[in-house]
T-cell receptor, first 116, second 114 residues
Framework: EDQVTQSPEALRLQEGESSSLNCSYT??????LFWYRQDPGKGPEFLFT???AGEEKEKERLKATLTKKESFLHITAPKPEDSATYLC?????????????????FGQGTILTVHP | NAGVTQTPKFQVLKTGQSMTLQCAQD?????MSWYRQDPGMGLRLIHY???????DQGEVPNGYNVSRSTTEDFPLRLLSAAPSQTSVYFC?????????????FGSGTQLSVL
């Protein structure tokens, strides 16, 4: 069964303390791995898409990486404004075509809190 | 830039009542979808549509109906609300273009069924 698991469930960091969030996935064929950020009371906001093992994407203090079994979201020197829930999701190859191209399977998220 | 607009933001229903959650997007996206978000469960797909007149079921469709009469609008109907439908509902849309897989989400509707 296709599934995705995120760890840890919650992470508290001091400002400037770098760390990583993990997204482990099991899928018969991966079409894409996505990272979203969600602030309280708001909808998820797109961060990155990764398509193949070894691929990396960066945006400000965030860097996403992908292997054949997991993805990491590395946060370098975080600031309090990076506090949010970070969601990962995948799209399976079986959902790549036809009318299923938008079906994403989401993990439960990691709640990140960065203290000043 | 409106993006994806959901109404209402909050709603309280009694068991058995029906209601419609509204979703509209102004980006001319072909694909629209509804997710529900429950604590510890992640976002789960309810229904989706790839264009006007075309809808399909997602992972948790029971108790919900959808229709897509225009490109812009994709309402979600609860036929007879149950406490198990207490959740936060998100509408999302994207373009069909394979080079842009970015899903745009609305701000959500928090629904409580008593």
């Amino acid at each position: 069964e296709d599934q995705v698991t995120q760890s840890p469930e919650a992470l508290r960091l001091q400002e400037g303390e770098s760390s990583s969030l993990n997204c482990s996935y099991t899928v018969s064929g991966l079409r894409g791995l996505f990272w979203y950020r969600q602030d309280p009371g708001k909808g998820p906001e797109f961060l990155f898409t990764l398509y193949s093992a070894g691929e990396e994407k960066e945006k400000e203090r965030l860097k996403a990486t992908l292997t054949k079994k997991e993805s990491f979201l590395h946060i370098t020197a975080p600031k309090p404004e990076d506090s949010a829930t970070y969601l990962c999701a995948f799209r399976a190859l079986s959902n790549a075509g036809g009318t299923s191209y938008g079906k994403l399977t989401f993990g439960q998220g990691t709640i990140l809190t960065v203290h000043p | 830039n409106a993006g994806v607009t959901q109404t209402p933001k909050f709603q309280v229903l009694k068991t058995g009542q029906s209601m419609t959650l509204q979703c509209a997007q102004d980006m001319n996206h072909e694909y629209m979808s509804w997710y529900r978000q429950d604590p510890g469960m992640g976002l789960r797909l309810i229904h989706y549509s790839v264009g006007a007149g075309i809808t399909d079921q997602g992972e948790v469709p029971n108790g919900y109906n959808v229709s897509r009469s225009t490109t812009e609008d994709f309402p979600l109907r609860l036929l007879s609300a149950a406490p198990s439908q207490t959740s936060v509902y998100f509408c999302a849309s994207r373009t069909y273009k394979a080079t842009n897989e970015k899903l745009f989400f609305g701000s959500g509707t928090q629904l409580s069924v008593l």
